[in-house]
């Protein structure tokens, strides 16, 4: 089950916990490509397996044909972590009330 975090031009930023993938626009990319993105080490790389490149800006990303704001980016690496957390969290309950028996 995936989660909205974002939006990118209109379209739907949607997080896949059971993946770590990112879903937008008919593609799903590893969520580490938006965590390379804001690493500020490069200004360009490829997802090779979904012939896609990223151009990284001062204050923009392109992810294909796809533009947003670093600002954005940030915001939807922030609400993926959130939900990383709790489902980390909620994997440990689990895993403590089986291993607890």
């Not at 626009?25 to 969520?31: A, D, E």
């Not at 965590?35 to 923009?60: A, G, H, M, P, W």
């Amino acid at each position: 089950m995936g989660n909205i975090v974002g939006n990118i031009e209109g379209y739907d930023v949607i997080y896949i916990p059971e993946k770590d993938c990112i879903f937008c626009k008919n593609t799903l990319v590893p969520f580490q490509a938006i965590r390379k993105c804001l690493s500020k080490d490069i200004d360009r790389f490829e997802i090779t397996e979904k012939q896609l490149s990223v151009r990284i800006y001062n204050t923009s990303i392109e992810f294909g044909c796809l533009t947003t704001s670093v600002e954005n980016c940030k915001n939807i690496q922030r609400q993926v972590n959130k939900i990383k957390d709790d489902y980390n969290t909620s994997k440990e309950r689990s895993c403590g009330s089986i291993c607890s028996d």
